[in-house]
């Protein structure tokens, strides 16, 4: 599969999903590909030594994957898609999409944030103006927080009381 660097929309290390017996991976969403792909990194074991990329699975996540966020738990990878309007969720140990977080208001997912304890996913609607706050367990939505025009990212206070959108 041979694809251009416009078709590379977001690209996350996924450092926090492995522990100290498995292997590091890259995460890369093709928006036009419609796949989240998926690398091994690859280490040559010496310090100061090099790194390789070692293709995995590519997993297909709808019309328009864009922005990703990790679950601090490593266990899931979230991937919002504009095109279809949901946020896909990868389970990281089966490599597969296990379930979809949306809402009939949701009109353009953007940019997400997973909670410390990994049970809510924050995502950015940019047209609008709200954030979504979903359980990750039963895949409900929780509340929906109107934030102003046009928010791209959020990012959770050290104390995991605020938001910063």
């Known amino acids: 599969m041979r694809t251009s660097m416009k078709a590379i929309l977001a690209v996350l290390v996924?450092?926090?999903?492995?522990?100290?017996?498995?292997?590091?991976?890259?995460?890369v969403s093709l928006r036009g590909d419609n796949v989240?792909?998926?690398?091994?990194?690859?280490?040559?074991?010496?310090?100061?030594?090099?790194?390789?990329?070692?293709?995995?699975?590519?997993?297909?996540?709808?019309?328009?994957?864009?922005?990703?966020?990790?679950?601090?738990?490593?266990k899931s990878l979230f991937v919002s898609d504009v095109a279809d309007k949901k946020v896909s969720m990868i389970d990281l140990n089966s490599k597969d999409v296990t379930g979809t977080l949306s809402d009939p208001g949701m009109q353009s997912p953007d940019g997400c944030t997973v909670s410390a304890d990994s049970k809510k996913l924050y995502s950015v609607d940019q047209s609008a103006g709200v954030v979504?706050?979903?359980?990750?367990?039963?895949?409900?939505?929780?509340?929906?927080?109107p934030v102003g025009k046009e928010p791209r990212h959020t990012v959770l206070s050290p104390d995991g009381k605020r938001i910063l959108v």
């Open 14 to 27: 996924l450092l926090g999903a492995a522990s100290a017996a498995e292997t590091p991976m890259l995460a």
């Open 132 to 145: 979504f706050v979903f359980s990750v367990d039963s895949k409900a939505l929780l509340k929906k927080i």
């Open 36 to 74: 989240v792909k998926l690398y091994d990194i690859i280490f040559t074991g010496y310090v100061g030594g090099d790194a390789w990329l070692r293709p995995g699975k590519s997993i297909s996540v709808g019309k328009g994957p864009s922005e990703m966020c990790l679950a601090p738990n490593g």
